[in-house]
T-cell receptor
């Protein structure tokens, strides 16, 4: 079964706006990671948050983790057209299972 | 080290033919993973290796699929008697996995993928 499920499935925003996507998972984790995939390419690791962390920042990315609710959110601030991609969460467990992802479209 | 390499990038074949994909992981990585991804879906786990040992294979994986990682370096994924339903992107990833409690985390580095089209 999938361990990460992203929400919403698709998101369309204007350049400069913030984009928020969510991930829910089912089992206990050591860490949670977010990956980006541009159309027709492999996935690229964006950011990792450990289970004892609640929030983490990297450039325009902000990730939060709520282990009590088994959920995480990824915020991309001041979005750019180049942020157009699919975003996946991954719980880094023994079985590497990805959800279907959130497809983000940033309009210039 | 230039990252994870996959070859070929594109393969078009006729139904019933065999195809083989190759993945060269990051040299110091001990784990190697194969995924399949169809349009609009997330990567679907196929199998993974730790060094040369194949530790897990998805129950969804047909017997027509076989993967090897001789000497714990590069890996091959072979699909025999291809079917149109096998058309997908085949992704390879590698990672340096450390035991639970040790420093670090299982961060995956992906290749660009091999796109298979079965006619």
């Amino acid at each position: 079964s999938q361990q990460g499920e992203e929400d919403p499935q698709a998101l369309s925003i204007q350049e400069g706006e913030n984009a928020t996507m969510n991930c829910s998972y089912k089992t206990s984790i050591n860490n949670l990671q977010w990956y980006r995939q541009n159309s027709g390419r492999g996935l690229v690791h964006l950011i990792l948050i450990r289970s004892n962390e609640r929030e983490k920042h990297s450039g325009r990315l902000r990730v939060t983790l709520d282990t009590s609710k088994k959920s995480s959110s990824l915020l991309i601030t001041a979005s750019r057209a180049a942020d157009t991609a699919s975003y996946f969460c991954f719980t880094g467990g023994f079985k590497t299972i990805f959800g279907a992802g959130t497809r983000l479209f940033v309009k210039a | 080290d230039t990252g994870v390499s996959q070859d070929p990038r594109h393969k078009i074949t006729k139904r019933g033919q065999n195809v083989t994909f190759r993945c060269d992981p990051i040299s110091e990585h001990n784990r190697l993973y194969w995924y399949r991804q169809t349009l609009g879906q997330g990567p679907e786990f196929l199998t993974y290796f730790q060094n040369e040992a194949q530790l897990e294979k998805s129950r969804l994986l047909s017997d027509r699929f076989s993967a090897e990682r001789p000497k714990g370096s590069f890996s091959t994924l072979e699909i025999q008697r291809t079917e149109q339903g096998d058309s997908a992107m085949y992704l390879c990833a590698s990672s340096l996995f450390m035991r639970q409690g040790a420093a670090g985390a299982n961060v995956l580095t992906f290749g660009a993928g091999s796109r298979l089209t079965v006619l």
